[in-house]
């Protein structure tokens, strides 16, 4: 409606000035002056409903985009509240472990959480797509996993009870990819799950090996079946998980990083604290790439410490 009434009012003020003018020109130059006019006066009237209308769009875009600004920093901020505030340590693991998201929020998803019967239960899943939909869906997978693990006999029905929540809940073009452990201090053991999701790296002694035990990645399929694999660690020993935002990095050849470069930093910096080895595998990372990451990029490393005093005399 303002359009229109913004041309009519244009067109109303041509018309005056022909017919102010029509008595300056006389005969033949009074109907090009007419026509000049007019055709000059209609083209301003229809570039300024043009140029009206782009400030009226202008001004809705930025408004629009504002709110998604201000939807995108609470979804920020409800999302890092899911990570776990303060990691663990004195369980016989110590922890470091970080997220960058490639997107403003993530669909990256790391958690370490004490259970009341004394395990140590630690996770790292990637989930498909990015932004807000694999956002929704990894606060989901956190929620669940936290409310299946106290209760669970082992990692494999763990995982079952996921994949089939998931199966349900997304569409066939949805999954995640999982690694789900649980650490038994007594027992000085690893169990774990791989579902899908890059092989953590477990070095000990210098030399590398990958977890690779497992199955299928989550809510792919309605029925899925996972192995429990099991490894025990010693004082010193290292375990490295990632999402493939790290070992997926691209230079500007198109090379990846690769999970062998990743294993020879850590290899570099194995003796030092894991905040410092985690800093070194970002460092190489965004030197190789040297670009904005592509990718969510997730690093959790855990190292096995001394026993506590007593958990020893137990279990002599």
């Not at 998931?166 to 990819?177: E, I, N, R, S």
């Not at 477990?202 to 497992?214: C, D, I, S, V």
């Not at 030092?272 to 040297?290: C, F, M």
Request: charged content about 20%.
């Amino acid at each position: 409606m303002r359009d229109k009434l913004y041309l009519i009012g244009f067109l109303v003020g041509a018309g005056l000035l022909l017919l102010l003018g029509r008595g300056y020109l006389p005969g033949a130059a009074v109907l090009i002056t007419w026509s000049l006019t007019f055709g000059g006066t209609t083209a301003a009237a229809v570039l300024g409903v043009i140029l009206y209308r782009l400030q009226l769009q202008l001004k809705a875009s930025r408004l629009e985009l504002a709110r998604k600004e201000v939807e995108l920093s609470i979804a920020r901020e409800v999302q890092q509240a899911l990570f776990p505030r303060q990691l663990p340590g004195g369980g016989g693991l110590e922890f470091s472990a970080v997220c960058i998201p490639s997107a403003g929020i993530s669909g990256d998803y790391y958690d370490v959480l004490p259970l009341a019967d004394g395990r140590l239960i630690f996770a790292i899943a990637d989930i498909s797509g990015k932004g807000v939909s694999a956002a929704i869906l990894m606060a989901n997978l956190q929620a669940l996993l936290r409310a299946l693990a106290p209760s669970a006999p082992d990692p494999s029905a763990v995982c079952r009870r996921l994949n089939e929540h998931l199966h349900q809940v997304t569409d066939a073009a949805k999954f995640a990819t999982l690694f789900y452990a649980e650490w038994n201090l007594r027992e000085r053991r690893l169990s774990y799950v791989n579902a899908g999701h890059n092989a953590p790296l477990l070095l000990r002694n210098g030399r590398g090996q990958r977890l690779e035990q497992g199955g299928m990645p989550l809510g792919m399929f309605p029925a899925t079946e996972f192995d429990t694999g099991r490894v025990c660690l010693s004082p010193g020993d290292t375990l490295v998980l990632y999402s493939d935002g790290i070992t997926e990095a691209t230079a500007r050849n198109g090379e990846e990083f690769g999970e062998s470069r990743l294993e020879d930093v850590v290899k570099a910096h194995c003796g030092k604290p894991l905040a410092e080895i985690q800093a070194q595998v970002l460092a190489g990372v965004r030197q190789w790439s040297g670009s904005v990451p592509e990718d969510d990029m997730t690093l959790m490393i855990a190292r096995a410490t001394d026993w506590p005093q007593e958990t020893s005399h137990a279990m002599r």
